[in-house]
């Protein structure tokens, strides 16, 4: 097999380029044919910016023709759209590439690709070179919109092609899309990390915050509504450092208004970071309704020498003074946030801090994590001091205290009539449907036939730490 090596250079990253260009996807009139009769599975890890780039992987598979399988052993084109944020995800992701051999031993036919964050580690191209011959394609996640022309290049001259880039100078509009939700549109307003908190590969492998023109990303938002969305949840590693790279000031606050003035039914964003955080942000927030007044804010740590050891760029007193000043412009917000335990060298009183935020910020729910170092990560060579068993023990001990306070938060809607937009039906329970509400609370609940896509009331009969139960309001 031929082959075409384009990697990355790890040292060259942080020699960001200065100057992003905007691009459009490029004219592919000649390979729409491609994929005609054939088949394409599709496997993509992590958060939800992997989910919209799964979202156009499938757009342009579509394009060249190919039809989605559930089926590894159905499919001509299987494709693992990988994440690199834990060490254990990547060496399932390897696992399950390894098992495909005896697929491909079977039907050597059949294409094998990797792309997403995973190849932007060169250490990870250079393992797939060496131990599996079974993959064809491998690109990453600067040159996503390449994906027909480099499949065409695996197709038709039989050879094996990896290209990765280091450099992340472009922003490409109008890449096919094949959306996985019918009333939830993810809507990418701009890419990669300048923040390099010391345990994250992120900025490594998505790289520099590059924000799409805001004309761009109001005109994919009102397509979503001509379309009969509901929702628009905007993406961004980072969003409320949205526009800073366009030398926009405020940038994020602007975008937002205009989203808003667009009429979509519902707006979110994720993430957001404290440190951006501008006070005109939250009284925009509370000015339109149909922006929703629930926020995932990632903390992390709730002590400052562990915060400056994570290179957050807060202080636990920052963190605390803009959730008290959000609670105070807008009472009815909702709060989730991440949180770290065992960060290296964390002392049981500093962990003590993170329960006393807690305390503080009583989060509807929390994604909470044992500290564990990714290689490639300036925390991967701080001293790890604390046990493991420490370390699963501070987890349960926070982990109760967030369930409590869920749990707490959960009752108080008990009796009251919630908006929920309505996403289906339970995958354990066809009579039963699912949905989120206004406070991005998970409601199951009862209701009329053909409510899908719906906005509908229901009042709220029942409460768990994770999810209510209710029922829809009749007549309404
Ligand atoms: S803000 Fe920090 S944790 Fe989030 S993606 Fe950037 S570097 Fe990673």
Redesign the pocket.
């Known amino acids: 097999m031929k082959k075409k090596y384009i990697l990355p250079n790890q040292n060259e990253e942080r020699k960001r380029q200065k100057e992003i260009s905007y691009e459009s996807f490029p004219n592919y009139e000649t390979i729409t044919n491609l994929g005609e009769g054939k088949k394409y599975y599709l496997r993509t890890y992590g958060c939800q910016a992997n989910v919209r780039d799964g979202e156009s992987l499938s757009g342009m598979l579509e394009m060249m023709g190919f039809s989605n399988t559930d089926s590894e052993w159905d499919a001509d084109v299987l494709i693992f759209n990988t994440c690199a944020v834990r060490q254990t995800a990547e060496e399932r992701v390897f696992g399950e590439i390894g098992n495909l051999k005896r697929i491909k031993d079977k039907f050597p036919e059949k294409i094998i690709v990797m792309c997403g964050c995973m190849p932007q580690e060169e250490v990870v191209v250079q393992r797939i070179l060496k131990n599996y011959p079974q993959v064809d394609l491998v690109f990453g996640t600067h040159n996503l919109y390449r994906f027909p022309e480099l499949l065409k290049e695996v197709i038709e001259k039989k050879a094996r092609v990896i290209e990765v880039l280091s450099e992340e100078g472009r922003v490409v509009e109008d890449i096919p899309v094949r959306r996985s939700l019918i009333s939830k549109g993810f809507v990418n307003i701009m890419y990669g990390?300048d923040?390099?908190?010391t345990y994250?590969i992120?900025?490594y492998t998505r790289g520099k915050e590059r924000s799409r023109k805001i004309e761009d990303i109001i005109k994919e938002i009102e397509l979503l509504k001509a379309n009969n969305y509901k929702e628009v949840i905007l993406l961004g590693?980072?969003v409320n450092a949205y526009g800073k790279d366009l030398g926009v000031e405020d940038g994020f606050t602007d975008l937002l208004r205009q989203c808003a003035k667009t009429g979509i039914e519902r707006i979110r964003f994720y993430?957001s970071?404290p440190r951006d955080y501008k006070v005109s942000t939250i009284e925009i927030m509370k000015e339109y309704p149909n922006i929703m007044k629930s926020l995932h804010l990632?903390v992390q740590s709730g002590n400052t020498n562990i915060l400056k050891k994570m290179n957050r760029g807060y202080t636990r007193e920052d963190y605390l003074a803009l959730y008290d000043d959000m609670k105070a412009r807008i009472p009815e917000i909702t709060f989730t946030t991440d949180l770290i335990v065992g960060f290296p060298t964390e002392t049981r009183e500093e962990f003590e801090d993170t329960l006393s935020l807690v305390d503080h910020c009583q989060f509807d729910m929390a994604y909470s994590f044992v500290y564990s170092p990714r290689s490639g990560t300036p925390a991967a060579n701080m001293e790890d001091n604390i046990k493991s068993e420490e370390k699963k023990e501070r987890l349960q001990e926070l982990n109760d205290k967030l369930a409590y306070y869920a749990l707490n938060n959960n009752k108080a809607y008990v009796g009251k009539v919630l908006k929920v937009l309505c996403e289906g039906t339970s995958k354990t329970n066809k009579e039963v449907y699912t949905g989120y509400s206004e406070e991005n609370k998970l409601v199951n609940f009862t209701g009329p036939n053909n409510i899908i896509n719906e906005i509908v009331e229901v009042e709220i009969t029942e409460a768990h730490s994770f999810s209510l139960n209710g029922k829809v309001i009749e007549n309404k």
Request: net charge positive; hydrophobic share 15%; proline share 17%.
């Open positions: 990390c923040k390099f908190c994250c992120v900025p590693q980072n993430t970071h990632p």
